[in-house]
């Protein structure tokens, strides 16, 4: 996997372009900003609000958190380099794989996914779509910015979802606070 990921980022730099790299550091900026991270915490809470899912959030909010305490060690255990200076134009700490950007993309997609609050596949759907776009979104943005070979963003997609997705089950199978569904008359 070394070789493709090595013609992906030399492909990358030979195609790099002005806009889009501006592109891709104001979306590598907007997702290291606290700021970004308090704007989707409250959003998350309107949506809480408004459905009236409080008792849900424990599962959503557990997995993430066992996601990220689980993943943050790997990285030393990894201890992959992350694309030599000739090849990127951002520069991150820590070892390369698995990104961390991919982990917490799929991490939060599949965590609201399996949430149990939602009363319509529709909007399960819709909520879904909208995620791998974002994660599909991020990692595009941190190969192309140098900071990640490609095997980095899929183990940490593979990392993210299946912890996170695990997690969601496990809770729901050991009915912990937050794991039952609202009742619904319906569900389209």
């Known amino acids: 996997m070394d070789a493709v990921d090595l013609e992906i980022a030399r492909w990358v730099a030979d195609h790099r372009t002005v806009p889009l790299t501006r592109v891709c550091r104001f979306l590598e900026d907007l997702g290291t900003s606290w700021i970004f991270f308090a704007v989707a915490a409250l959003v ?3 949506v809480v609000a408004r459905l009236r899912v409080w008792a849900s959030l424990p599962s959503v909010i557990g997995s993430m958190l066992v996601t ?5 060690p790997l990285k030393e255990v990894f201890d ?4 030599p200076a000739d090849l990127a134009i951002t520069s ?4 390369s ?4 950007h991919a982990v917490i993309t799929s991490a939060a997609t599949i ?8 009363t319509s596949i529709a ?4 909520v879904a779509a909208l995620g791998v776009v974002g994660c599909v979104v991020s990692a595009a943005a941190m190969i192309y910015l140098g900071g990640h070979w490609l095997t980095d963003v899929l183990v940490g997609w593979l990392l993210g979802g299946a912890i996170t997705g695990g997690v969601m089950i496990a809770w729901r199978r050991l009915s912990l606070p937050g794991a039952r569904r609202p009742s619904v008359a ?3």
């Open 44 to 46: 998350g809470l309107v």
């Open 111 to 118: 965590a609201v996914v399996l949430a149990p609050w939602w």
């Open 186 to 188: 319906s569900e389209r």
């Open 123 to 126: 909007w399960r759907r819709v």
């Open 92 to 95: 991150l700490a820590q070892s």
């Open 68 to 72: 990220v305490v689980v993943t943050g």
């Open 80 to 83: 992959r380099p992350r694309p």
């Open 97 to 100: 794989m698995p990104s961390s």
